[in-house]
């Protein structure tokens, strides 16, 4: 729970129109290379709200209004404290314009409950980030999180406008590394990291008015059933059931990170 320059810099990319009433999951440590901090406090001091270098600072430039925290009782102090394990209480229901996941999700167990709290806690038009473990980070925490689970769920739960990434770096590194983008959910993807790397996923999405909430089938099974439904139970059509399989040009390393650039 963390702000890095990587993290930072896929938020700059995205540009996600971050604004309104803002909140982060777990207090947000200040994790930056000397360099990359020099250059935004240089950059921060020339705001009118700029009192201090801190995250509070950093997260307005970003363009949010005010600034919750949610912390698990008996951590740090926050401004809300609660077990996302447990079902979310009313009175923050439809409560934020945006919520920061920023490395906090890998370490709730009942993920389930999570994502269930996430979408609760959102306004209808809200935004939400998520910036977790996918590759390497070994036993940073409960999970890593791969593609399909944002895709398969924030399309269940029928949001929009989701912009998944992958940043490959080296291992403990919080400057410099890979971006890839994931344009499409494509089954046993043929992403190959470099040894020695870890890499985090990005995911931004959009709650729509009539969002909610609903428990996912992983979009490769879904596919598949809806395939055998057109086909009465008779086999899937080679083409096709290759293309749900990802037996396809487009899956090969080398196109998958053809568009790929550095930060």
Do not use: W
């Amino acid at each position: 729970m963390a702000l890095t320059d990587n993290l930072l810099k896929i938020l700059d990319h995205v540009a996600y129109g971050y604004s309104g009433k803002l909140l982060t999951l777990g207090v947000q440590e200040l994790v930056l290379s000397n360099g990359y901090k020099k250059k935004l406090k240089k950059k921060l001091k020339k705001k009118e709200f700029f009192f201090e270098f801190s995250t509070n600072s950093i997260l307005k430039n970003l363009g949010f209004s005010s600034i919750d925290t949610l912390e698990y009782p008996g951590m740090e102090e926050s401004d809300i404290s609660l077990d996302l394990n447990k079902k979310l209480p009313k009175k923050y229901h439809s409560k934020y314009d945006f919520i920061f996941d920023l490395g906090f999700m890998e370490h709730v167990y009942n993920v389930p409950a999570v994502m269930k709290s996430l979408n609760l806690l959102l306004k209808p038009k809200g935004k939400i980030v998520h910036f977790n473990p996918c590759q390497g980070s070994m036993n940073h925490g409960f999970y890593n999180f791969q593609p399909t689970f944002y895709f398969s769920f924030y399309k269940t739960c029928n949001y929009k406008n989701l912009k998944i990434f992958l940043i490959e770096a080296k291992t403990n590194s919080i400057s410099g590394g890979m971006v890839t983008e994931v344009h499409q959910n494509i089954n046993n993807m043929n992403y190959l990291t470099k040894k020695g790397s870890s890499t985090y996923i990005a995911s931004f999405a959009t709650k729509k008015s009539n969002s909610k909430f609903k428990i996912p089938n992983q979009e490769f099974y879904e596919n598949i059933f809806n395939a055998k439904k057109k086909t009465n139970g008779d086999l899937i059509p080679k083409r096709i059931y290759n293309k749900i399989v990802g037996r396809t040009k487009k899956n090969n390393h080398e196109n998958l990170i053809k568009k790929s650039f550095y930060i």
